[in-house]
């Protein structure tokens, strides 16, 4: 069955520091591949996003993510974290069409706290 | 604004109450969705709506009900609630309901149920 796994709750960087947000998925072809942030109380915005191609794939604010098929990740990276940065962050499979879980499978996601 | 708008944006009913919370979305895509979002607990997709016929029901109580006139618009009939059913209640819509498809996301109902 296709999922995705988020393995880290909660993370806490620095103001200024590096950081990379980590996703597993199992699916059985090639997936989409996708990163959203949900700041409180709103929706969720799509960060980037991979189909096929180059493996890196840049996005919005500053993010990127790596596809690796031998590892089955995703991660989300980002050189330099700003206090903006803080929400919860989502990654995403494209389900085949007709799925029963709709066209994306979401991880749990993962908070993201900056320290000053 | 990206283009899917929820109303309202906060809502707070009683057990014996009926609501109905809607979404309108003006980006011409024609698959929408409702998902669930509880604390501590992932996304939960509630229906999806391609073309306006409604394609998955994820075992959702019958004290849900969804209703897409058309494909623009999407609404959640709420009635006799449980507290156990607040929550954040997110309307996306996407081109189509394929894996490809990115979603748009309203910026929610918060539910309260008391």
């Known amino acids: 069955a296709q999922s995705v796994t988020q393995p880290d709750i909660h993370i806490t960087v620095s103001e200024g520091a590096s950081l990379e947000l980590r996703c597993n998925y199992s699916y059985g072809a090639t997936p989409y591949l996708f990163w959203y942030v949900q700041s409180p109380g709103q929706g969720l915005q799509l960060l980037l996003k991979?189909?096929?191609?180059?493996?890196l794939v840049q996005g919005i604010k500053g993010f990127e993510a790596e596809f690796k098929r031998s590892q089955s990740s995703f991660n989300l990276r980002k050189p330099s974290v700003h206090w903006s940065d803080a929400a919860e962050y989502f990654c995403a499979v494209g389900a085949a069409y007709g799925g029963s879980q709709g066209n994306l499978i979401f991880g749990k996601g993962t908070k993201l706290s900056v320290k000053p | 604004e990206t283009g899917v708008t929820q109303t309202p944006r906060h809502l707070v009913m009683g057990m014996t109450n009926k609501k109905s919370l809607k979404c309108e979305q003006h980006?011409?895509?024609?698959?929408m969705y409702w998902y669930k979002q509880s604390a501590k607990k992932p996304l939960e997709l509630m229906f999806v709506y391609n073309f306006k016929e409604q394609t998955e029901n994820n075992s959702v109580p019958s004290r849900f009900s969804p209703e897409c006139p058309n494909s623009s618009h999407l609404f959640l009939h709420l009635h006799t609630l449980q507290p156990e059913d607040s929550a954040l209640y997110l309307c996306?819509?996407?081109?189509?309901?394929?894996?490809?498809?990115?979603?748009?996301f309203g910026q929610g109902t918060r539910l309260t149920v008391v």
């Open positions: 996306a819509s996407s081109q189509n309901a394929q894996g490809r498809a990115e979603a748009f």
């Open positions: 991979y189909f096929s191609g180059d493996t």
């Open positions: 980006l011409g895509h024609n698959a």
